[in-house]
C-alpha cells in the first residue's frame, strides 16, 4: 500500500490547547494535503502545501512538510470544540492516497 | 455552489443484488474517484478516471465496476454485492493538473446482509 501514515491514531486535549498530528508517506509527491472529516460526513479540504514548501500557515492550522523523511506535520492551535474531527493527510504524486486519520477530540 | 453529489446517502441492499449509486459534480472536473472508508483503514481508492471513457482501477476494485460517460457523473456499480462490501463510500472530483484539492460528496453508508 502506499497510504500515508497518521500518528496518533487518537487525540484528546483540553480546549484552548494546541494539536499536532503528523503523518509519513512513502513515495515521492507534488504535494501533501490535509483534509477534515465530521463523522461519518465527507472530507473537507484544509490545506495545501508543494514539495517545494517547508512550511505554511492558514488561521489557526500550521503545515510543516520535511520531503527528505517524508513526513508532515499539522498543528491546530488554540484548540475549540468545533475542531473535534478526523483529519487525513493525503499525498498527491502519481496518485492521490489518503492516510489513515488521526481522531483528535477537543474536551470543553 | 459548487458540489460532488452522491446518492443514495444510505442504501440497505442482500447479498448479490445489483445496486449502483451515482456520483455527480458541477465542477467540470477531469479528475473523478471512488474511496471506500473502513474503520482502521483509512480511505482506499477502489476506482479513478482522468476523463471521459478513461477508468483506472484503485487499490481496492474487486466487486466494482465504474463508468464515465459523461465528464460530470462517475457511477459506482456493485454487481452482485457481498457482506464484505459494506462501509463507507465518497466519491470525490478534483481539477486536473498539479496543485489542485479535491472535492468530497457527502457518503453512502452501504450495509449488504
Known amino acids: 500500500s502506499q497510504q500515508g501514515e497518521e500518528d496518533p491514531q487518537a487525540l484528546s486535549i483540553q480546549e484552548g490547547e494546541n494539536a499536532t498530528m503528523n503523518c509519513s508517506y512513502k513515495?515521492?509527491?507534488?504535494?501533501l494535503q490535509w483534509y477534515r472529516q465530521n463523522s461519518g460526513r465527507g472530507l473537507v479540504h484544509l490545506i495545501l502545501?508543494?514539495?517545494?514548501?517547508r512550511e505554511k500557515h492558514s488561521g489557526r492550522l500550521r503545515v510543516t512538510l520535511d520531503t527528505s523523511k517524508k513526513s508532515s506535520s499539522l498543528l491546530i492551535t488554540a484548540s475549540r470544540a468545533a475542531d473535534t474531527a478526523s483529519y487525513f493527510c493525503?499525498?498527491?504524486?502519481?496518485?492521490?492516497?489518503f492516510g489513515t486519520g488521526t481522531s483528535l477530540t477537543v474536551i470543553p | 455552489e459548487a458540489q460532488v453529489t452522491q446518492n443514495p446517502r444510505y442504501l440497505i441492499t442482500v447479498t448479490g443484488k445489483k445496486l449502483t449509486v451515482t456520483c455527480s459534480q458541477n465542477?467540470?472536473?477531469?479528475?473523478m474517484s471512488w474511496y471506500r472508508q473502513d474503520p482502521g483503514l483509512g480511505l482506499r481508492q477502489i476506482y479513478y478516471?482522468?476523463?471521459?471513457?478513461?477508468?483506472d482501477k484503485g487499490d481496492v476494485p474487486e466487486g466494482y465496476k465504474v463508468s464515465r460517460k459523461e465528464k460530470r457523473n462517475f457511477p459506482l456499480i456493485l454487481e452482485s454485492p457481498s457482506p464484505n462490501q459494506t462501509s463507507l463510500y465518497f466519491c470525490?472530483?478534483?481539477?486536473?493538473?498539479?496543485?489542485?484539492?479535491?472535492?468530497f460528496g457527502q457518503g453512502t453508508r452501504l450495509t449488504v446482509v
Open positions: 478516471s482522468m476523463n471521459v471513457e478513461v477508468t
Open positions: 465542477m467540470n472536473h477531469e479528475y
Open positions: 493525503a499525498t498527491d504524486g502519481n496518485q492521490f492516497y
Open positions: 502545501i508543494r514539495s517545494n514548501e
Open positions: 470525490a472530483s478534483r481539477d486536473r493538473g498539479r496543485n489542485t484539492e479535491a472535492f
Open positions: 513515495t515521492s509527491i507534488n504535494n
